[in-house]
């Protein structure tokens, strides 16, 4: 693979006497145990002076999209270092840009390289690919100690999630999805007045989103004659199964193809279906239904393309009560522009959060909570008529810290620095622990959308049966659909030769 001869610049892993790493040096809290005074050297250094030591060695994995500022706001104005950077393809404008913003960052196309060579001068990582390398990369990581900051959805298929979870606690790292809205201070105006009894106990959820906003629901793209030079298409591909080239794939609209997305869902789901989880303290759902729209291209003749995503769906989870919502629970997801009529409780001037785009509804026995998609603006409004509205969120210049997509990136990177386990990672609002649920129960959708074109040709020849249109039951505990085996091949997908996941 090809590296920049430009070295990183930054600090060697500087080691102690007894061969500890310098983060775990500073985690041990041994130089408070010698004998005499060390003055620090942010003191030395004057006001706003970090020592290098101090900083976090930060690697980006999937750099000329939404990783662009996954990096910089790991970055954050200098208080970490950027040691590493990586993308299959270094011609993305992006990708240039970052190479120029950081010129003494390594650079690699290849992960697996990047992480070998570089291990002993990376702290953390974060992996902002397509979805079908989420998994391969951040397990990849985690195995070497380091902690990641991963995209959503967090991984392409319900396993990888699990595994990812359960790898998390096994190597003790620090974690978290990029769902930033999990970091809005207003959600947690949402959970006081849920918590306070304000709406009663939740037996409805509406979520919604005009997702997709590139094309689904169209015929297989051909292959292109050529490959960007810049991009290593194989590397791109990773565990997926192989295809040709093609920019109805890359850079942007992989996301409405099964081999590479696991479209709108997948894209907004682990943002608006946050809201929901963190509120009510919901689990694994039970239960799954779905319907999606079709595409006509011939007169009387739909569309079949069980590879790609549908252009609209319409799914609904089922969830048992829980130790903070009494009630069981109805969750309805609709995309591509679809969206819920006017509940009761809203008042008729009142209009749609997001001027209806985007959104969620809370509908309890005693009012109802609404908010946007990064669960922006919540109001409240009750059976007799009163109305609640969080505060605004703070901006800059209003005394309180602001730091860009809400600080979900730098609280990472704090947490990262205080270490496993620490407070600043049990304060993480989308570790693993409760990422890696929420995009199973994302993923669930998915499953269902992709059973429901299954289909068998009938007896007679003429026409088809289609057997997972149907309620699907679903053990989460075993990951498993329990009155359909066909859908459990949507549970995990086939890795290409040479790519493997395990723990």
Known sequence: MNQSDKTSGQDSPNQTQSGTSRRQFLQTGALAATSFLIVPRHVLGGKGFIAPSDKLNVAGVGIGGKGFG?????????????????????????????????????????????????????????????????????????????????????????????????????????????????????????????????????????????????????????????????????????????????????????????????????????HIMDVPFRVLGIGYPTEVETSIGQVFLKDWTAEYIPEGCPPSSHVELKFPASAKNKSDLKMVWLDGGLRPFRPEMLPAGEPFPENGENGVFLIGDKGLIACGMYGDDPKLYTKDGQKMEAAPKPKAGSGVTVYPENGHQVYWTEACKAGFNSKEHKALTSSFDFAGPLTESVLMGNLAIRSYTLRQPKADGKGFNYPGRKQLTWDGKNMKITNFDEANQFVKREYRNGWSLTA
Not at 126 to 131: E, F, K, L, P, R
Not at 186 to 213: A, C, S
Request: charge should be positive; charged fraction near 20%; aromatic fraction near 12%.
């Open 70 to 270: 996954d990096v910089n706001n790991s970055y954050n104005n200098g208080a970490n270092n950027v040691a590493a950077l990586c993308d299959v393809d270094w011609g993305l404008p992006k990708v240039k840009d970052i190479f120029a913003k950081y010129p003494n960052a390594k650079r690699y196309k290849d992960f697996r390289e990047m992480l070998d060579k570089e291990g002993k001068n990376i702290d953390a990582v974060t992996v902002s690919t397509a979805d079908h390398t989420h998994a391969v990369v951040a397990m990849a990581a985690m195995q070497r100690g380091k902690h990641v900051y991963v995209q959503k959805p967090l991984t392409h298929n319900i396993y990888e999630a699990r595994m990812l979870t359960e790898a998390a606690r096994k190597y003790k790292v620090v974690t978290q999805m990029g769902n930033q809205g999990s970091s809005n201070p207003q959600q947690k105006q949402m959970v006081e007045w849920f918590d306070k009894g304000l709406i009663g106990n939740v037996h409805t959820v509406y979520l919604w989103t005009n997702r997709p906003v590139w094309p689904q629901g169209i015929p297989v793209p051909q292959p292109a004659e050529q490959t960007p030079v810049d991009l290593d298409w194989d590397l791109w591909l990773g565990p997926a199964q192989k295809v040709g080239y093609t920019p109805a794939y890359h850079p942007f609209k992989w996301r409405g193809w099964w081999n590479f997305g696991a479209g709108a869902l997948g894209d907004i789901g682990c």
